[in-house]
């Protein structure tokens, strides 16, 4: 390698050496604070929160200079710090000491080295009280100036008890600086409303569905509740979502002002609002997650009638579960054509679990299972040929249903009627008449009857039935004794 080359290399290791050793200084300044000790009274200024204390707010301002602000300026109505470490905040420059600056949220009366029309002029929020009402708003004293602050303007919704702001300290913004300061108008809404719009923005961000967060029922309609989940912003709960249990009124389950926890169901975003679906009843277990466990097929369970269809009865066996007695589940005993003919809302009834199914979440019930079976020993009663006295329930085309006791129903067909008498007998719903047993057939649950051809049933059954009175049994004796017509037919 000749000398030209070497002296080459030489500089380009020393180019390099160079450019780290700048990258690296860049790095280094980039960590180390601004050295800054020009801070302007009333400056605004970016800080993140380092450090809270009993008494102060310690800020770290990106400068060598750390900045304090009073503990009281975080504090809200019930004492709690509105603020937390590693928060971001937006601040003013108050007074600057060797090694800090006092920083505010607003500007006070002690920070008269600034000139009320500088603030008015950078938009600064500034300390004032409240000392007097008057026409249309209130006067305010801040910085030893009178102001004006229409009514207003004093709160975010109307001032229903204007009395009540007399005396207080609130922080204002200056929206009018005239005459040499001899007019000024300030709005404490405006202030609030930029607090307001910001909460409210971080509260939506941190929403999401299956959030659970506490709210107030504001409004109840008969399809649901209302419930304001931050101040102006509403979600609804739907009937179907307010109870596990079959429920027919809102107000059966919450009330308006009540605080209750809830779970965001779903948000739907439009142009400028937010359509939030909540539930109430998310909050707590499914029932069929948990009490199902206790129950099996046979268990005898109690329960209140909650709803009433065409093809049965709701009950509702614990709280949030429901089984379904079907219209064939009812009676034994009799013939049911509606439901609500044997039970009503709000009726507890007893009942037989006999279907249960998990995947489907259905529970099938049986109340006449659970007052007993009349047919468990239908062959120890009743036997064919056995003579018997049942009451005529109803009549068919085919033939006579009768009740032979509560829940033992037999049928006279029309045939074995022609066979005994050679013709249909007259007879009534509910006239108790003299039966043989013709054929039991105890899978089918079917009895078949006949009639007795024998003199002396039929005449126990005609003593059984009503008498017509004197009048009528006169008039059937004088049509028997009356001759009969005859025909004369003339040659």
């Not at 466990?293 to 209140?304: A, F, I, P």
């Not at 219209?327 to 609500?340: A, D, G, N, Q, W």
């Amino acid at each position: 390698m000749n000398t030209n080359d070497l002296n080459m290399t030489e500089d380009i290791e020393e180019s390099e050496q160079s450019e780290e050793s700048k990258q690296f200084a860049d790095l280094i300044n980039s960590y180390v604070p601004l050295d800054r000790e020009d801070f302007q009274l009333g400056e605004r200024i970016q800080g993140k929160v380092i450090a809270i204390s009993k008494e102060s707010v310690f800020i770290d301002t990106g400068t060598k200079i750390d900045g304090v602000v009073a503990r009281s300026e975080f504090l809200d109505d019930h004492h709690n710090v509105m603020c937390k470490v590693g928060e971001d905040l937006e601040l003013f420059v108050v007074a600057v000491h060797d090694n800090e600056l006092i920083l505010s949220k607003s500007f006070s009366s002690g920070a008269s080295a600034l000139k009320l029309q500088d603030v008015y002029r950078k938009r600064i929020p500034v300390e004032g009280k409240v000392i007097e009402q008057c026409k249309g708003g209130f006067h305010v004293e801040l910085m030893k100036k009178k102001a004006f602050c229409p009514i207003s303007q004093i709160d975010l919704r109307t001032a229903a008890d204007p009395e009540s702001y007399i005396g207080k300290t609130y922080t204002f913004q200056i929206t009018a600086y005239e005459n040499k300061g001899q007019n000024i108008v300030v709005s404490r809404r405006l202030l609030l409303e930029k607090e307001f719009n910001a909460a409210k923005k971080e509260f939506m961000e941190k929403i999401t569905s299956g959030f659970i967060t506490e709210g107030v029922v504001t409004k109840i309609m008969p399809f649901g509740a209302f419930v304001e989940l931050f101040p102006g912003v509403e979600g609804l709960i739907h009937l179907s979502e307010l109870c596990w249990s079959h429920i027919q009124k809102v107000e059966d389950v919450v009330q308006t002002g009540e605080k209750i926890n809830v779970k965001v169901v779903q948000i739907e975003y439009k142009e400028k609002f937010a359509k939030i679906s909540l539930s109430l009843k998310q909050t707590e277990k499914n029932p069929w997650d948990e009490e199902i466990n206790r129950l099996n097929v046979g268990d005898y369970v109690s329960g209140k009638v909650t709803r009433l269809t065409d093809f049965g009865a709701f009950v509702e066996v614990t709280k949030g579960l429901e089984g379904l007695v079907h219209i064939s589940e009812m009676s034994y005993t009799k013939r049911v054509l509606r439901p609500e003919d044997v039970v009503k809302i709000g009726d507890r009834i007893n009942a037989i679990i006999v279907k249960m199914d998990t995947k489907a979440r259905k529970l099938s019930l049986s109340m006449k299972d659970a007052e007993g079976d009349p047919w468990m020993d239908i062959d120890q009663k009743y036997q064919k040929g056995q003579q018997v006295k049942a009451r005529l329930e109803r009549k068919e085309t085919f033939g006579y249903f009768f009740s032979l006791e509560p829940g033992i129903t037999g049928l006279l067909p029309k045939t074995n009627m022609i066979k005994a008498f050679e013709s249909q007998p007259v007879m009534n719903v509910n006239d108790v008449v003299a039966l043989v047993i013709d054929q039991i057939d105890i899978e089918q649950r079917k009895i078949t009857l006949t009639l007795s051809s024998t003199d002396e049933d039929w005449q126990s059954y005609a003593s059984d039935q009503k008498s017509l009175g004197s009048l009528g049994e006169k008039m059937i004796l004088s049509m028997q004794k009356r001759p009969a017509r005859r025909r004369i037919v003339k040659s």
